[in-house]
């Protein structure tokens, strides 16, 4: 999946479902991660107040749509 920008946040998921959330500034800072459990080769998409995360075998919302 590619990267996507939330905010000032930069989120990636890798193709074995690990979830990491790090800045989006010139400063490093890793602010947490979350294994899916699952395949993902899907791109998180970012709404206004949650993110959609698409894995091989479900659909995710996290936050309030």
Do not use: H
């Amino acid at each position: 999946s590619s990267p996507v920008i939330a905010g000032d946040k930069l989120l990636g998921i890798s193709e074995s479902g690990s979830l990491v959330v790090i800045t989006a500034g010139s400063k490093f800072e890793k602010l947490g991660s979350v294994d899916l459990q699952d395949l993902t080769r899907a791109t998180p998409v970012v709404g206004k107040s949650y993110l959609l995360v698409r894995t091989n075998s479900r659909l995710m919302c996290i936050g309030k749509p």
